[in-house]
């Protein structure tokens, strides 16, 4: 039997760090969503990155940039952080560097742990299988929002344990857990409905970029994993599943 554990901030990271663990991060609006939305629509590898600077300095080099801070695309990047910017024409075959408020500060933070995933509601069916098969610990990190709690990760991150231990590999000893868990068990009769109480869904819409709402709340629509190999996040795509069959 292997545990599952939540970390709601990476404030709270020290806290929970299980370097024998899976790390998954979550930043549902929007960044580990917008991953997943890149890599199904052909991108070969992302660079996250914390800082600015580093941002720059890679954009200097040549690289196309993904940067945003408080949902504003920065001046030198090339687009921002909406799923729908990484659409198939932008990103096929490339490799991005990309770098927004809190979900890639999350990633660096992880980047220790035995492994590293992305985790968003658009994967959630695709990633817990593949964490079953994986047979490891499990420790979610909310991305929050500048180390404070938020909803939508949260959410997240109790159907992601909802589905772990409903398949009883997993257990959980941890009061986060089971906290994210009942409020998944709220949350799921209208995810889209719940989410309208996300302070993250209001900044969105105050800046004109809400359009994603229905795409960042829609549960499996792709099966790509992607994970963190080195510095650079790389596609795990789970093509036998016994819920998609290539035929
Ligand atoms: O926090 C983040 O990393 C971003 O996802 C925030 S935003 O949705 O681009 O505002």
Redesign the pocket.
Known sequence: MKKIEVCYSPALYPYYRNDEAIVVVS?I???TTAICAAFENGVKRIIPVAGLEEARAWKKKGFLVAA?R??IILDFADF??SPFNFSPERVKGATIVYS?????QAIEMAAQARGVAIGAFVNLSALAEWLIAEDSDVLVLC?G?KNRYNLEDSVFAGALASALTGSGHYNTSCDSTVAAIELWEIARKDLLGYMEKAA?RH??KKLGLDDVMPYCNTIDSTRVIPLLKDRFLVEHRDYFSKNHKII
């Open positions: 930043d609006l929007r960044a945003e408080d949902g921002g952080n927004t408020t809190n979900g890639t991305a929002w993250h900044r969105l």
